[in-house]
């Protein structure tokens, strides 16, 4: 099994920092509307690391599992990604004599 990994790990990094800072503003008092936002910050946090950790694996496996796709077939990976849906595809394949 692949090891999974996050895409763009920079991201949820900035969205965390950010619904921290916004945290920390709303309870010095600033504004209303800061607590709130920082709640759509960890949101988008929680998504953002549950898409790319098991969301898009879920997918590739449904997709590959709609196809037709023989034992005995070949298939050509162009190396695009990190190779999820080689590694899925190569699951209903059996290496040739």
């Given at each position: 099994?692949?090891k999974?990994?996050?895409?763009?790990?920079l991201?949820?990094?900035l969205l965390?920092?950010a619904?921290?800072?916004?945290?920390v503003a709303?309870?010095?008092g600033h504004t209303w509307?800061?607590v709130?936002l920082?709640l759509v910050?960890?949101?988008c946090?929680?998504?953002?690391?549950?898409?790319?950790?098991v969301?898009?694996y879920?997918?590739i496996?449904r997709v590959?599992g709609k196809?037709?796709?023989?034992a005995?077939?070949q298939?050509?990976?162009l190396?695009?990604?990190?190779g999820?849906?080689?590694?899925?595809?190569a699951?209903?394949?059996r290496?040739?004599?």
């Open positions: 099994m692949m999974r990994t996050v895409d763009a790990p991201v949820p990094i965390g920092l619904g921290i800072l916004e945290l709303g309870m010095a509307i800061t709130p920082a910050f960890f949101a946090t929680y998504l953002y690391l549950r898409t790319s950790l969301g898009k879920k997918i496996d590959v196809t037709r796709i023989a005995t077939d298939v050509l990976d190396g695009c990604g990190h999820a849906v080689m590694l899925a595809v699951k209903h394949l290496a040739p004599g």
